[in-house]
């Protein structure tokens, strides 16, 4: 067979796309198709007194305007499944989960600035938007709270007056004795640190529309969501209609990155406006919405302690995390519980005490964003590390290297439960590798020996940051693989992409399973017509889970297709091969030939009746498949100005087997891109008001191409013996620990002058401000 696996194959998206012939959800013809716009709150926490709509009514072009009173007969917004406790999780951890349903227009109260009030449909967007400023609504302003930890205090505001208080989540996990680790260990530290809050930022903000089908009475929904098959279900559930008569499109998605794999009121409110008003309907996003009313993240609090004896070796560690939830809980244990079981990393801690709380406030709800939960986890563990090699006066690579898990340890049990409720195992690695790679890269003893020499002006430092992740998330992913008469193959997948490259790589492991060459392979994403069932791209879970359904399909029709072709030979199975499209006979290179495509253009037959040359496979991972890495900086701060300078990044990762390695260095370059955009750049900031003041880009700075340095990559090769591919998720994976990095870098570069980083972005205003106080 011809391994198409492996290969750095072109990605067969790329021309359509460079040529300007992407179909974007605001590309697509619709005609007489209304538009909708918004009316979001200004206020972060008020009762709505009235709101009166006669005006916009009557404004040129208005079709329709609706308020939170004409939607009362449809059941508020859940996120049902990632609100979803798995039953080993709820069992042996009893964590507190209480719902928050989002109205899906504000009808009583608002909880922060930017909740949707009422929605206007017109002829277009620039009628509708005059319309929205015609709508006067009443409010009364209530107190706001925007800090987690004020929040939590007995007589904070009540951010939804059913709850008790403002904690939405909480769980609670413990590994052997930390109490006596701690009594008895030679060194302790303890620190706060702030993971803060940012944003996603696709270049394709979001966007959905929806038309009835006239002569079938189906409904077609077109959006960038990341989850086509869960959206197809909450708006069958939301309007009362059969899953079957709603078809879901994830039709080309310029980013997602988490902020798309959630559930929004705009993706159910347009559907129904479509049935409602007898006309197709297109709602897209602003890029001030984006920021404002699109989900946030990031926004963390690690009160984390660590205990070693005296040669550096853990002995315990103790974190208490409190998660900024904002005014909704949307996604339940996803964030908080991903932070809780990432955060002892690679290393080996015989004794853990975590506590993690989800806290609601009148900000923007938080949801995952790439990393979901680890990128914050990693910030705390990794600097904390960084300390505690300071005060056992270790270089910062030796202890982490001394507290590492070891290959022969592996499979190896933390002792922790994981998301899915089964004890938490590391599947495969090799943790030291990683490290020394990354160590003999940034050549340690070179940077020592400059620091040494260094006057003062502008400061080196390096820093190291080590991850896991556990990726592959079930429950499951599903895979449907046919051949047509044309003697095409097309398998379509629950998994639509964003950019992540589904349409190469999936070929070439359909390839690959088959026996046929990539360009007879059209992979089909994101559609729910064609496939009934399906989960989504979220949790690094694509390659894993469709993949491997790929795979499993792309076998089962390759065996129907020997039989049926050795049926059209005449001649037995076993001495039958398919590759490249064509079936020959063993040991006969003269003999009879049969190409795939004349078999399918022939209908044929196993047996008396027809082959269907088609499977369905539906992959349940066991378990995660857990990749890992090891991320080495070389910075330059300049001690006037505040700046910081990236000289050298280097990445060392391992994901398994690599289906594309083009299209995976692709996704680690994104991933750590964005990081460094959290680490230097990028915060979505709020004042004791609830009002956002970084609400544009001319407030919000993302980085360029110029702010992102060429990346020193390197890969181990660890198959996860989770999958028949060896394969390990890693979309997510360079985007966990950049902000840890970074700042163990900027640390280790102004230690002489005893700055210690408990927050980013190091933007220069803070690191003057650093300098300043210490």
Request: proline residues 7%.
């Amino acid at each position: 067979m011809a391994n198409w696996i492996g290969r750095s194959l072109p990605r067969v998206e790329d021309d359509r796309l460079l040529r300007g012939q992407g179909r974007y959800v605001d590309d697509l013809e619709l005609p007489n198709a209304l538009e909708a716009a918004f009316l979001r709150s200004p206020e972060a926490h008020a009762r709505i007194v009235s709101v009166d709509v006669s005006a916009a009514l009557s404004a040129p072009g208005v079709a329709a305007v609706w308020t939170g009173d004409d939607l009362a007969g449809l059941a508020p917004l859940l996120n049902r499944e990632e609100l979803r406790t798995p039953p080993g999780l709820a069992d042996l951890v009893d964590p507190l989960v209480r719902m928050t349903p989002m109205p899906l227009l504000a009808a009583e109260k608002v909880a922060y600035v930017g909740q949707p009030v009422a929605v206007v449909f017109a002829e277009n967007r620039y009628l509708a938007e005059d319309a929205l400023e015609l709508i006067a609504v009443r409010y009364e302003p209530l107190p706001v709270v925007v800090d987690p930890d004020e929040a939590r205090k007995p007589d904070a505001p009540r951010i939804h007056d059913e709850l008790p208080d403002n904690v939405a989540v909480a769980a609670t996990t413990r590994v052997g004795d930390p109490g006596a680790a701690f009594r008895d260990a030679h060194t302790v530290i303890r620190e706060e640190f702030h993971a803060h809050r940012y944003v996603a930022s696709p270049i394709e903000t979001r966007a959905v529309a929806a038309h009835v089908d006239p002569y079938r009475g189906e409904l077609t929904v077109w959006s960038g969501t990341q989850t086509p098959h869960r959206l197809r279900d909450s708006i069958a559930r939301t309007l009362g209609l059969d899953p079957q008569d709603v078809r879901v499109l994830a039709v080309d998605v310029g980013g997602g990155f988490g902020q798309k794999g959630i559930l929004y009121v705009e993706e159910l409110i347009v559907p129904h406006a479509a049935r409602r008003l007898g006309r197709a309907v297109r709602w897209r996003e602003d890029r001030n919405e984006n920021l404002t009313a699109s989900s946030h993240a990031r926004e963390q609090i690690h009160r984390i302690e660590l205990a070693a004896d005296a040669d550096g070796r853990l002995l315990a560690v103790r974190d208490k995390i409190t998660v900024n939830f904002g005014a909704y809980n949307m996604t339940g244990l996803v964030v908080p519980y991903n932070s809780l079981c990432h955060l002892l990393g690679p290393y080996r801690v015989p004794a853990v005490d975590l506590d993690v709380a989800g806290v609601l406030t009148n900000t923007t709800f938080s949801t995952p964003y790439r990393g979901a939960g680890r990128p914050e986890a990693v910030f705390a563990m990794e600097r904390a590390m960084d300390r505690l090699a300071v005060a056992l006066g270790l270089e910062p690579a030796e202890l982490r290297a001394r507290n590492l898990v070891q290959p022969g340890e592996m499979p190896y049990r933390t002792g922790l439960v994981d998301r899915s409720g089964a004890p938490q195992i590391y599947d495969s690695g090799d943790f030291p590798e990683l490290l020394r790679r990354a160590v003999a890269k940034i050549d340690l003893p070179a940077v020592r020996a400059r620091q040494r020499g260094a006057a003062g002006g502008k400061r080196v430092g390096v820093g190291f940051a080590m991850y896991i992740e556990a990726t592959g998330l079930g429950p499951f992913e599903t895979a449907r693989i046919e051949v047509t008469p044309a003697g095409r193959v097309k398998p379509a997948i629950g998994t639509p992409s964003q950019g992540q490259g589904h349409r190469t790589s999936m070929a070439q492991i359909a390839a690959d399973a088959l026996g046929v060459p990539p360009g007879l392979i059209d992979v089909v994403g994101g559609d729910t017509a064609a496939t009934p069932f399906g989960v989504g791209t979220i949790a690094s879970r694509a390659l894993v889970n469709a993949g491997n359904a790929t795979h499993r399909a792309g076998k089962l029709v390759r065996d129907k297709a020997l039989a049926a072709a050795a049926q059209r030979l005449e001649v037995a199975v076993a001495d039958l091969d398919l590759a490249d499209g064509v079936f020959t006979v063993r040991g006969t290179p003269a003999g009879p030939s049969l190409t795939l495509a004349e078999l399918a253009a022939g209908a044929p037959l196993l047996g008396d009746g027809p082959a269907e040359l088609s499977e369905t496979v539906h992959f349940r991972p066991p378990g995660f498949a857990v990749a890992s890495g090891a991320h080495a900086v070389l910075v330059e701060v300049d001690e006037r100005t505040g700046e910081v300078e990236i000289r050298k990044y280097v990445v060392v990762h391992d994901a398994g087997a690599i289906v594309n390695p083009a299209i995976a260095e692709g996704q680690l370059t994104g991933g750590v891109a964005q990081g460094i955009g959290g680490a230097l750049y990028e915060e979505m900031i709020y004042g004791p008001d609830g009002q956002p003041r970084t609400a544009t880009y001319l407030d919000y700075l993302v980085p360029t191409s110029s702010e992102i340095p060429d990346l020193d990559l390197d890969e181990l090769h660890s198959p996860s013996p989770m999958n028949d591919l060896g394969v390990k998720g890693l979309g997510e994976g360079g985007a966990i620990a950049p902000q840890a990095v970074l700042a163990n870098a900027v640390e280790d570069a102004l230690r002489p002058h005893g700055v210690v980083i408990r927050r980013g972005p190091l933007s220069p205003s803070r690191i003057r401000d650093l300098l300043r106080s210490a």
